[in-house]
């Protein structure tokens, strides 16, 4: 196996997760930086409008998410149901929220969504108000990572070349 140098896109990625990890640590609240390297990862495409198209599309997913888990939590609190039926209504649930973001025409927001829901129904759940804030945070930073990767995916690297050529 031959080593080569790093592409741009791995060069890119690393600043972008870096930014946004780096972000997340020092804002206010808790900042969860997982979120945010997860998000920039994701969101680090090929061209800025690719990764504007993905990034609109995870935080529109993160937000139904967190809101629809958010509602869920303050209409059933956790553990007023048998375990059982309440595994079996999130699941109900999570493929009601699915299926109307179908219809809406956001397909490629649906996964995220669906993630964020279930994350904060079934992990979350026992936390009382810290879910909301769960939710809360898991949006902002994710947030953080979409604008760190379309910022540093906009950044023209090509000119260190530019520049060594004349």
Known sequence: MKVRRPGLRIIKTFIAVTLAMLISHFRPGE?????SAIAAIICLKSDVEGSRDIGKNRIIGTILGGVCGTVYLFLIPAHTLPPTLELILISLLASIIIWIMAMAGKPKA???MAIVFLSITINHGN?????????FSRTLDTMIGV????IVNGVDFDFIEKYKSN
């Not at 900042?31 to 979120?35: H, R």
């Open 110 to 112: 649906i996964s995220i």
């Open 147 to 150: 604008i760190s990767a379309i």
């Open 127 to 135: 936390e009382g108000n810290l879910a909301f804030v769960f939710a």
């Open 31 to 35: 900042g969860l930086p997982f979120y």
